[in-house]
């Protein structure tokens, strides 16, 4: 894995943050998409229908930045804004925060919200921060530069898709279970992979398909709550399973910064394992390895997930324990 750019921390997988220039270049692209949408308003449709739709478009673009750290001119660059202290969006607040005091600036004779984004020349740190910024507690970094690496998805030999579909389990079914998780219990060594037998959850005797043994896994989640998993789930914010396809656990998530989509990832057990995959979510799904690699997850189909590793999606993560 890349060393971390100086001022971020490890997490960030070496991208580095970006300096005055291509964060006014953006900006420049932004200003640009929205000035040429509503000179064609206002064209067609007059002053009043084109000032509302330019400022439809700017809360647009902030609300955009703030659940996904992107922005037209952040596209273009290869930028993405981000939370000082991990690589996630902003989220609303701060993403919020951050248009306030841009928007604070452009009182100043209409161009002092060009201050407010140059004031990253100011900042001698490594972080490179404008004003708005610091309010924030927000970052923007270079993903060209690096990042994580793709997980390694399930080997052929043993498809997920061999799990025979069956119909949903209701939140009311007896073969199912339904977990509310509340708020996370900081761990004093931050996102730390669980070992074998460092859990209490009562580990049932695996289920037997064909010749095949299918493992029970234990995931321990981040506020110290484990779960013993014999089949497929699904997680997320307030997650909903495919009509149609087998469910048997279903885990929501108390999140109240919404770093978590509704139904963030898919998870399962078959003979060779553990696996996850994510459900087209905005913040994505990571595997860190018991090494410190990170893996990101993929829509298209599920990555294995081994022994030790720790899962991350949006800002909360558990950890998987498959025993012997």
Do not use: K
Request: overall charge positive.
């Amino acid at each position: 894995m890349a060393a971390p750019a100086s001022g971020l921390g490890a997490a960030f997988f070496g991208a580095a943050t970006v300096g005055v220039g291509p964060r006014l270049l953006a900006f420049l692209v932004d200003c640009v998409v929205v000035a040429l949408v509503a000179t064609l308003v206002l064209v067609l449709g007059g002053p009043v229908l084109a000032a509302l739709v330019a400022v439809e478009i700017a809360v647009g673009v902030v609300v955009w930045e703030a659940r996904t750290g992107c922005t037209f001119g952040n596209l273009a660059l290869g930028l993405r804004a981000a939370r000082q202290e991990a690589p996630y969006a902003p989220g609303l607040r701060r993403g919020a925060l951050r248009a306030l005091v841009v928007a604070a600036g452009h009182l100043v004779a209409g161009v002092g919200q060009w201050l407010v984004i140059g004031s990253v020349a100011f900042d001698r740190g490594a972080l490179h921060q404008g004003w708005h910024d610091r309010v924030a507690r927000a970052v923007v970094v270079d993903v060209r530069r690096s990042g994580p690496t793709a997980a390694s998805p399930v080997a052929p030999a043993a498809p997920v898709s061999t799990l025979a579909p069956v119909a949903p389990v209701a939140a009311s079914g007896t073969g199912g279970s339904v977990a509310t998780v509340g708020s996370r219990v900081p761990s004093p060594s931050g996102v730390s992979a669980v070992s074998s037998g460092s859990t209490s959850a009562t580990r049932p005797a695996p289920p037997v398909t064909g010749a095949r043994v299918v493992p029970v896994v234990v995931l321990t989640l981040d506020t110290g709550e484990a779960m013993t998993v014999g089949g497929p789930g699904v997680i997320g914010r307030a997650p909903r399973p495919t009509p149609g396809e087998r469910c048997d656990h279903v885990v929501s998530m108390d999140d109240p910064e919404r770093s978590l989509s509704r139904t963030h990832a898919h998870f399962g057990v078959d003979a060779d394992g553990f696996w996850v995959r994510d459900a087209g979510s905005g913040n994505g799904t990571v595997v860190v390895l018991p090494s410190g690699q990170a893996l990101v997850v993929g829509a298209d189909r599920p990555s294995r997930v081994p022994s030790g590793a720790t899962v991350r999606i949006g800002d909360r993560w558990f950890a998987v324990d498959v025993p012997r």
